[in-house]
T-cell receptor, first 111, second 111 residues
Framework: AQSVAQPEDQVNVAEGNPLTVKCTYS??????LFWYVQYPNRGLQFLLKYITGDNLVKGSYGFEAEFNKSQTSFHLKKPSALVSDSALYFCAVRGDNDMRFGAGTRLTVKP | NAGVTQTPKFRVLKTGQSMTLLCAQDMNHEYMYWYRQDPGMGLRLIHY???????AKGEVPDGYNVSRLKKQNFLLGLESAAPSQTSVYFC??????????FGPGTRLTVL
């Protein structure tokens, strides 16, 4: 079965520093991977996805993610963090008819 | 274009009461989903639908029923609410198995 894991419950970074939120996956076949963000008291918002092609995927709000097949990882990155990036981030993998989500990583960006 | 809407936004029930959550989407999506979100557990799929008149069980279907009588609506029912069903419920829709778009959520408390 398809699954993803987010090994960090919490990530703290200073504003202006680069950030990374980690995700590893386990799939049979080709992985279709997604990142979503959730702000307080809101639904999830789509950030980016990897289907095929370039291993570096660019998404909304300056975020990007790097697909690494040998390490079965799909880490979310941003070169310079903003305080407004503070939120809950979810990695997800497409299943047969559904989407499997990780447990989420809370990102806190401090001024 | 409202996207995905959910009603109600908040609800408090007593154990044993019933209720229905309504999800509506105006994007003409085939697939619709109901998730629950609990702290530290990410999103778990309750039921989903791949088209009007069809429904299927997800990861945690017990205690819930669903109906998809119209393409744009997906109803989630609790016949006899239990405290373990206290959660935040999210509806989502997608065109086939592509990016899912989420509603704002319903916060349900069962006393």
């Amino acid at each position: 079965a398809q699954s993803v894991a987010q090994p960090e419950d919490q990530v703290n970074v200073a504003e202006g520093n680069p950030l990374t939120v980690k995700c590893t996956y386990s799939v049979s076949g080709n992985p279709y991977l997604f990142w979503y963000v959730q702000y307080p008291n809101r639904g999830l918002q789509f950030l980016l996805k990897y289907i095929t092609g370039d291993n570096l995927v660019k998404g909304s709000y300056g975020f990007e993610a790097e697909f690494n097949k040998s390490q079965t990882s799909f880490h979310l990155k941003k070169p310079s963090a903003l305080v407004s990036d503070s939120a809950l981030y979810f990695c997800a993998v497409r299943g047969d008819n559904d989407m499997r989500f990780g447990a989420g990583t809370r990102l806190t960006v401090k001024p | 274009n409202a996207g995905v809407t959910q009603t109600p936004k908040f609800r408090v029930l007593k154990t044993g009461q019933s209720m229905t959550l309504l999800c509506a989407q105006d994007m003409n999506h085939e697939y619709m989903y109901w998730y629950r979100q609990d702290p530290g557990m990410g999103l778990r799929l309750i039921h989903y639908s791949v088209g009007e008149g069809t429904t299927a069980k997800g990861e945690v279907p017990d205690g819930y029923n669903v109906s998809r009588l119209k393409k744009q609506n997906f109803l989630l029912g609790l016949e006899s609410a239990a405290p373990s069903q206290t959660s935040v419920y999210f509806c989502a829709s997608s065109q086939r198995q592509d990016t899912q778009y989420f509603g704002p959520g319903t916060r349900l408390t069962v006393l």
